[in-house]
């Protein structure tokens, strides 16, 4: 008797685990099956060079927004301001053209979801949000990077890379490397 209740449990769970068999299951004993229809496609002549969720105003550790302040969209403007306040550039460059927009939201989110890591860019750098297209951005990626993922080069106050790679997304590991940074730059 155990068996066959197991058997029948077993075949309900199939039924229910594919979509297609549970709208037919569900169709026998009229059960209204409400479709959900995809957004509507956009345009491809449509381009989005501006992120879709907000980038700053963080308050509290989170995947977004990004930072606490709102991050320069230019290089040149990052720049000025990091000459004027004697601070590093912490510029992340993505690929707007990419589908993932070089998983921006999955990356840059994990890298900087503690509000620790959000403080500390923040206190000791200014920071920089660009697309691959704005002016000289392409000139600090490597050629062999396809930009897959974003980014993440500090600058220093004159401009030289003092570091350059992928963001790497796990907190602990973005908490640990902007750490390094700040630690290096106030031993130079």
Same mark, same amino acid.
């Given at each position: 008797?155990?068996?066959? &209740?197991?058997? !029948?449990?077993?075949?309900?769970? &199939?039924? =229910?685990?594919?979509?297609?068999?549970?709208? @037919? =299951?569900? +169709? &026998?004993?009229?059960?209204?099956?409400? /479709?959900?229809?995809? #957004?509507?496609?956009? #345009?491809?002549?449509?381009?989005?060079? !501006? #992120?879709?969720?907000?980038?700053?105003?963080?308050?509290?550790?989170?995947?977004?927004? =990004? =930072? &606490?302040?709102?991050?320069?969209?230019?290089?040149?403007?990052?720049?000025?301001?990091?000459?004027? %306040?004697? @601070?590093? !550039?912490?510029?992340?460059?993505?690929?707007?053209?990419?589908? %993932?927009? +070089? @998983?921006?939201?999955?990356?840059?989110?994990?890298?900087?979801?503690?509000?620790?890591? /959000?403080?500390?860019?923040?206190?000791?750098?200014?920071?920089?949000?660009?697309?691959? %297209?704005?002016?000289?951005?392409?000139?600090?990626?490597?050629?062999?990077?396809?930009?897959?993922?974003?980014?993440?080069?500090?600058?220093?106050?004159?401009?030289?890379?003092?570091?350059?790679?992928?963001?790497?997304?796990?907190?602990?590991?973005?908490?640990?490397?902007?750490?390094?940074?700040?630690?290096?730059?106030?031993?130079?």
């Amino acid at each position: 008797m155990i068996e066959i &209740i197991a058997i !029948v449990l077993a075949l309900v769970g &199939i039924l =229910f685990a594919f979509e297609t068999p549970r709208r @037919k =299951f569900l +169709s &026998i004993f009229g059960a209204a099956t409400a /479709k959900v229809t995809p #957004p509507p496609a956009r #345009p491809s002549s449509l381009r989005e060079t !501006v #992120p879709r969720a907000p980038v700053f105003g963080a308050t509290q550790s989170g995947r977004h927004p =990004f =930072f &606490i302040r709102e991050p320069h969209n230019t290089i040149t403007g990052a720049q000025k301001e990091a000459r004027e %306040s004697a @601070k590093l !550039v912490f510029l992340v460059i993505y690929d707007q053209d990419h589908p %993932s927009q +070089s @998983k921006l939201y999955y990356s840059l989110g994990c890298f900087l979801d503690y509000f620790t890591t /959000k403080k500390l860019v923040d206190d000791h750098f200014v920071s920089a949000l660009v697309p691959l %297209s704005s002016s000289g951005a392409r000139d600090l990626v490597p050629q062999d990077d396809p930009l897959e993922n974003a980014l993440w080069v500090v600058l220093g106050t004159d401009g030289q890379i003092l570091r350059r790679e992928s963001v790497y997304a796990n907190p602990d590991e973005g908490l640990q490397r902007v750490r390094a940074v700040i630690g290096g730059a106030a031993n130079a």
